[in-house]
């Protein structure tokens, strides 16, 4: 099991900002880092993993709760 360097839980935010909380969190990060997300719904489930697949980054999982 991959342990996360920090955690996240957007589960009361609702789109865009499930998205751009994400992405906030990503850019403060040390490469190699890992980021646990906590989210909730359809539509953060399709926006939110974009965040991760910007160069550079490497989502390792998707899953749900």
Do not use: W, Y
Not at 13 to 32: H, N, S, W
Not at 57 to 65: D, L, T, V
């Amino acid at each position: 099991t991959i342990q996360p360097d920090q955690t996240i839980d957007i589960t009361a935010e609702v789109c865009p900002m499930t998205f751009v909380r994400t992405k906030l969190r990503l850019e403060r990060m040390k490469p190699g880092e890992v980021l646990s997300v906590r989210l909730r719904g359809e539509e953060p489930l399709r926006n939110v993993p974009r965040a991760a697949r910007e160069p550079g980054r490497h989502p390792h999982a998707e899953s749900r709760a």
